[in-house]
């Protein structure tokens, strides 16, 4: 069976191995990058390039779209548009609102184009190795066809309902992320002011009730200033979902312990 023409926007340090993912997987690819040095790491690949969006758009059955926020995402949409073939799929793998997910998806429909929300999780190590988590959501007709080519770069899919479903649970997930990373330093200052030896807590609450994966990230750090990066992306991201959720309580106890953590860090960098 022949594979479907796969274009991909947003070759950063995630988009970028998802994108050598699907062109390892023998998926015939067209890339696009807004700076000529983005393509670089893929000549000597089987991949084309386009010279505009508009062109990737109108040679490609799937489109995945990696971009960083929300302007970027509807102003790459807004390109491939016009372009696409009645019948092609975009997929949004950006963390944005589910909101703009779904005005979007709105927008292509009327010409017959489906469009997935399918943001990631495991970051750009896990899509070297195609073990990422993909979020999904659309209709499971467009997720049915879309699936041969996430299956390039993951390990697991996930299809949590229409369209917006999937950003709403990359939110949860990266915010309560933020809220036990906010712990566990929290656990670790506890720890220094009890004289206890770091590298012995560290490994003691490895194997013990108090692990959680946040924990193993903060432990590799020996001071949370290292994390600015992260730090910038999840405070986003708790933004996001605050959009969304509002004055809803379930937030409070996620951002009353994220938000001060993360805006420590970032607040170092300036």
Same mark, same amino acid.
């Given at each position: 069976?022949?594979?479907?023409?796969?274009?991909?926007?947003?070759?950063?340090?995630?988009? %970028?191995?998802? =994108?050598?993912?699907?062109?390892? =997987?023998?998926?015939?690819?067209?890339?696009?990058?807004?700076?000529?040095?983005?393509?670089?790491?893929?000549?000597?690949?089987?991949?084309?390039?386009?010279?505009?969006?508009?062109?990737?758009?109108?040679?490609?059955?799937?489109?995945?779209?990696?971009? /960083?926020?929300?302007?970027?995402?509807?102003?790459?949409?807004?390109?491939?548009?016009?372009?696409?073939?009645?019948?092609?799929?975009?997929?949004?793998?950006?963390?944005?609102?589910?909101?703009?997910?779904?005005?979007?998806?709105?927008?292509?429909?009327?010409?017959?184009?489906?469009?997935?929300?399918?943001?990631?999780?495991?970051?750009?190590?896990?899509?070297?190795?195609?073990?990422?988590?993909?979020?999904?959501?659309?209709?499971?007709?467009?997720?049915?066809? =879309?699936?041969?080519?996430?299956?390039?770069?993951?390990?697991?899919?996930?299809?949590?309902?229409?369209?917006?479903? %999937?950003?709403?649970?990359?939110?949860?997930?990266?915010?309560?992320?933020?809220?036990?990373?906010?712990?566990?330093?929290?656990?670790?200052?506890?720890?220094?002011?009890?004289?206890?030896?770091?590298?012995?807590?560290?490994?003691?609450?490895? /194997?013990?009730?108090?692990?959680?994966?946040?924990?193993?990230?903060?432990?590799?750090?020996?001071?949370?200033?290292?994390?600015?990066? %992260?730090?910038?992306?999840?405070?986003?991201?708790?933004?996001?979902?605050?959009?969304?959720?509002?004055?809803?309580?379930?937030? *409070?106890?996620?951002?009353?312990?994220?938000?001060?953590?993360?805006? *420590?860090?970032?607040?170092?960098?300036?």
């Amino acid at each position: 069976m022949s594979k479907i023409t796969t274009g991909f926007i947003g070759l950063g340090s995630q988009g %970028g191995p998802m =994108a050598q993912r699907i062109i390892d =997987a023998g998926f015939p690819t067209m890339l696009w990058a807004r700076r000529a040095e983005g393509l670089e790491p893929y000549k000597g690949t089987a991949a084309k390039f386009a010279a505009t969006i508009a062109e990737l758009g109108a040679a490609c059955g799937v489109v995945g779209i990696c971009v /960083v926020d929300d302007a970027g995402v509807k102003q790459t949409c807004e390109a491939l548009l016009p372009a696409m073939k009645p019948g092609s799929i975009v997929i949004i793998h950006s963390t944005i609102l589910p909101e703009t997910c779904i005005s979007l998806a709105a927008k292509f429909a009327e010409r017959g184009i489906e469009l997935i929300d399918a943001p990631v999780s495991g970051g750009g190590q896990g899509a070297a190795d195609g073990t990422l988590t993909v979020m999904l959501g659309g209709k499971a007709e467009a997720v049915a066809a =879309a699936k041969p080519v996430l299956e390039s770069f993951a390990g697991l899919i996930l299809h949590l309902g229409p369209v917006g479903a %999937g950003q709403n649970a990359k939110l949860v997930n990266n915010t309560l992320m933020a809220a036990n990373m906010a712990m566990a330093d929290a656990a670790l200052g506890c720890g220094a002011a009890l004289n206890i030896n770091r590298a012995a807590l560290i490994d003691l609450i490895k /194997v013990s009730s108090g692990r959680s994966f946040a924990f193993d990230v903060r432990a590799r750090m020996p001071d949370a200033s290292l994390f600015t990066h %992260g730090a910038a992306l999840l405070s986003k991201d708790v933004g996001l979902l605050g959009a969304v959720l509002g004055s809803d309580p379930a937030f *409070g106890p996620l951002h009353k312990a994220a938000q001060p953590f993360l805006d *420590g860090i970032t607040k170092q960098k300036h």
